[in-house]
C-alpha cells in the first residue's frame, strides 16, 4: 500500500465523478421516494472517504494515459523563471487554504463570543418548550438558547455543548416548537461534526469547484435527513404548519441584511434563503414523502451494495501517464532500464546521474517519467 502522486490524481478524480453523481441523483425526489435518504448519504460518505484515503494497493491495475496525462505532467514540471510549475501551484494552493481555513475559525469564534457575551434567554416560553424536546428524546443534555439582533434564521453550533440562536422575532408556539425541534434534531444527528470535516475539505481543496458542489449536496442531505425525521411523527395538518414555519423565517430573514454576512458559518441553519430550488425541494419532501409506506428495502439495499460495490472496485486501478520507454545508446550499446540493474544518484543541482550496472551513464532532470520514476535512488 503506497501513497503516490498517480492514486492522488485518481484519487481526486473519482471523487469529482462521485460528487457528479451526487448532484444528479439528490435532487430527484422520486429518487428519494422509492430508495429513501441512506443510499445518498452512503455516496457523499464514499466520495468524502476516496478524496481522504487516496492509496494505491499493490493488486492495482495501472491505467495509462498516452496523451492527456503525459502534456499535463509536462506542464506542471515545466520550469518558469527558474522555478517548476507545480512549485508555484502548491504556493498558491497553501495560501489560499492557510485563508480559507483561517475564515472558517474566524466565523466559529464570532459565533463563540456571540454566545459569551449575550445572556441566555429568560423568555420562559422558550425555555418550556426546550424542556420539553429535551424530555420527549429523553436527553438531559444542557441546551444554551441565544438570543440576537445580530442572527437572522435559526441555527445550532457546538460540537458538544449546544447552542441554538434565535432571532428577536414573534414566533407562535407552534413555529417555535417546530424551530427548536429543527435545531435540535440536527445536534442529535451529529450535523455539526459532518459540517466541520467538510468545511475543512472545502478549505483546503478551495480551487477545485465539486468541492463546493460537494458542500451544498452535503447540508441539502443533512436538512432532507432533518425534516424526515420530524414529519416522521406528524399528520398532514401539522405538517402544513411545518413549512408555514420555515415560510415565516424566510420572510424575515429576506428583510434583514444580516443573513448575508452570517449565513455561511459553521452552523446549522433552519432554511439557506439563497438555495430556492433548495427550498422547493425540501417543501415538496415534506409534502409528498409518505412515511407510513414501507420503503422497498430490497431496492435501498441493492443500491447501498452497489455504491459500496463501486468504492471498493475503485482501489482496483490506478491512472498514470504513458510515455515511450526511453532506450539509452552509447556507441553501439543498448540498456534497457529496470530497478535491478539501474539506479539513480541525486546531484548537487537536483538533477540525477544514471547508473546501469554501477557504471554511469547519463543525467536526467525529470525523474518523474517512467523508467526512471521507478529506479531507486541512492
Same mark, same amino acid.
Given at each position: 500500500?503506497?501513497?503516490?502522486?498517480?492514486?492522488?490524481?485518481?484519487?481526486?478524480?473519482?471523487?469529482?465523478?462521485?460528487?457528479?453523481?451526487?448532484?444528479?441523483?439528490?435532487?430527484?425526489?422520486?429518487?428519494?421516494?422509492?430508495?429513501?435518504?441512506?443510499?445518498?448519504?452512503?455516496?457523499?460518505?464514499?466520495?468524502?472517504?476516496?478524496?481522504?484515503?487516496?492509496? #494505491?494497493?499493490?493488486?492495482?491495475?495501472?491505467?495509462?494515459? #498516452?496523451?492527456?496525462?503525459?502534456?499535463?505532467?509536462?506542464?506542471?514540471?515545466?520550469?518558469?523563471?527558474?522555478?517548476?510549475?507545480?512549485?508555484?501551484?502548491?504556493?498558491?494552493?497553501?495560501?489560499?487554504?492557510?485563508?480559507?481555513?483561517?475564515?472558517?475559525?474566524?466565523?466559529?469564534?464570532?459565533?463563540?463570543?456571540?454566545?459569551?457575551?449575550?445572556?441566555?434567554?429568560?423568555?420562559?416560553?422558550?425555555?418550556?418548550?426546550?424542556?420539553?424536546?429535551?424530555?420527549?428524546?429523553?436527553?438531559?443534555?444542557?441546551?444554551?438558547?441565544?438570543?440576537?439582533?445580530?442572527?437572522?434564521?435559526?441555527?445550532?453550533?457546538?460540537?458538544?455543548?449546544?447552542?441554538?440562536?434565535?432571532?428577536?422575532?414573534?414566533?407562535?408556539?407552534?413555529?417555535?416548537?417546530?424551530?427548536?425541534?429543527?435545531?435540535?434534531?440536527?445536534?442529535?444527528?451529529?450535523?455539526?461534526?459532518?459540517?466541520?470535516?467538510?468545511?475543512?475539505?472545502?478549505?483546503?481543496?478551495?480551487?477545485?469547484?465539486?468541492?463546493?458542489?460537494?458542500?451544498? #449536496?452535503?447540508?441539502?442531505?443533512?436538512?432532507?435527513?432533518?425534516?424526515?425525521? +420530524?414529519?416522521?411523527?406528524?399528520?398532514?395538518?401539522?405538517?402544513?404548519?411545518?413549512?408555514?414555519?420555515?415560510?415565516?423565517?424566510?420572510?424575515?430573514?429576506?428583510?434583514?441584511?444580516?443573513?448575508?454576512?452570517?449565513?455561511?458559518?459553521?452552523?446549522?441553519?433552519?432554511?439557506?434563503?439563497?438555495?430556492?430550488?433548495?427550498?422547493?425541494?425540501?417543501?415538496?419532501?415534506?409534502?409528498?414523502?409518505?412515511?407510513?409506506?414501507?420503503?422497498?428495502?430490497?431496492?435501498?439495499?441493492?443500491?447501498?451494495?452497489?455504491?459500496?460495490?463501486?468504492?471498493?472496485?475503485?482501489?482496483?486501478?490506478?491512472?498514470?501517464?504513458?510515455?515511450?520507454?526511453?532506450?539509452?545508446?552509447?556507441?553501439?550499446?543498448?540498456?534497457?532500464?529496470?530497478?535491478?540493474?539501474?539506479?539513480?544518484?541525486?546531484?548537487?543541482?537536483?538533477?540525477?546521474?544514471?547508473?546501469?550496472?554501477?557504471?554511469?551513464?547519463?543525467? +536526467?532532470?525529470?525523474?518523474?517519467?517512467?523508467?526512471?520514476?521507478?529506479?531507486?535512488?541512492?
Amino acid at each position: 500500500m503506497t501513497i503516490t502522486i498517480f492514486s492522488f490524481v485518481t484519487s481526486l478524480l473519482l471523487f469529482n465523478i462521485y460528487i457528479f453523481l451526487i448532484a444528479v441523483i439528490r435532487p430527484r425526489n422520486i429518487f428519494l421516494f422509492r430508495f429513501g435518504i441512506i443510499p445518498i448519504i452512503l455516496l457523499i460518505a464514499a466520495c468524502i472517504f476516496r478524496l481522504v484515503f487516496f492509496v #494505491e494497493l499493490p493488486s492495482s491495475t495501472v491505467l495509462q494515459s #498516452e496523451v492527456i496525462y503525459p502534456v499535463i505532467l509536462n506542464f506542471f514540471t515545466a520550469k518558469v523563471f527558474k522555478v517548476h510549475v507545480y512549485e508555484l501551484v502548491i504556493a498558491v494552493w497553501v495560501i489560499g487554504s492557510i485563508y480559507y481555513i483561517q475564515k472558517y475559525i474566524r466565523q466559529l469564534v464570532f459565533l463563540n463570543k456571540l454566545a459569551n457575551s449575550v445572556r441566555e434567554t429568560q423568555d420562559m416560553r422558550i425555555i418550556s418548550c426546550m424542556d420539553k424536546l429535551l424530555a420527549e428524546s429523553g436527553k438531559n443534555t444542557k441546551v444554551k438558547i441565544v438570543q440576537s439582533h445580530e442572527i437572522s434564521i435559526p441555527m445550532i453550533t457546538g460540537f458538544l455543548k449546544p447552542v441554538i440562536y434565535l432571532p428577536y422575532t414573534d414566533f407562535s408556539d407552534g413555529d417555535l416548537r417546530n424551530i427548536l425541534m429543527h435545531e435540535w434534531t440536527h445536534f442529535l444527528y451529529k450535523d455539526a461534526w459532518a459540517k466541520l470535516f467538510i468545511s475543512l475539505i472545502s478549505s483546503v481543496f478551495w480551487w477545485n469547484p465539486f468541492v463546493h458542489i460537494l458542500k451544498n #449536496e452535503l447540508n441539502q442531505t443533512l436538512e432532507l435527513r432533518c425534516d424526515l425525521s +420530524i414529519i416522521s411523527q406528524m399528520d398532514n395538518e401539522n405538517r402544513l404548519i411545518y413549512l408555514e414555519s420555515i415560510v415565516k423565517i424566510i420572510k424575515d430573514a429576506n428583510n434583514n441584511k444580516l443573513y448575508k454576512s452570517h449565513s455561511s458559518m459553521g452552523s446549522t441553519a433552519l432554511v439557506a434563503i439563497n438555495k430556492d430550488e433548495n427550498i422547493l425541494q425540501r417543501f415538496n419532501f415534506v409534502l409528498n414523502y409518505d412515511t407510513s409506506k414501507n420503503r422497498n428495502m430490497f431496492s435501498s439495499a441493492i443500491v447501498c451494495i452497489f455504491i459500496l460495490l463501486s468504492f471498493i472496485a475503485s482501489y482496483g486501478f490506478v491512472v498514470q501517464p504513458l510515455y515511450p520507454n526511453p532506450v539509452i545508446t552509447e556507441h553501439e550499446d543498448v540498456f534497457m532500464l529496470n530497478p535491478e540493474s539501474s539506479y539513480l544518484v541525486l546531484n548537487e543541482d537536483g538533477t540525477y546521474s544514471l547508473y546501469f550496472n554501477d557504471k554511469y551513464i547519463c543525467f +536526467i532532470e525529470n525523474r518523474s517519467i517512467e523508467p526512471f520514476s521507478l529506479l531507486p535512488i541512492k
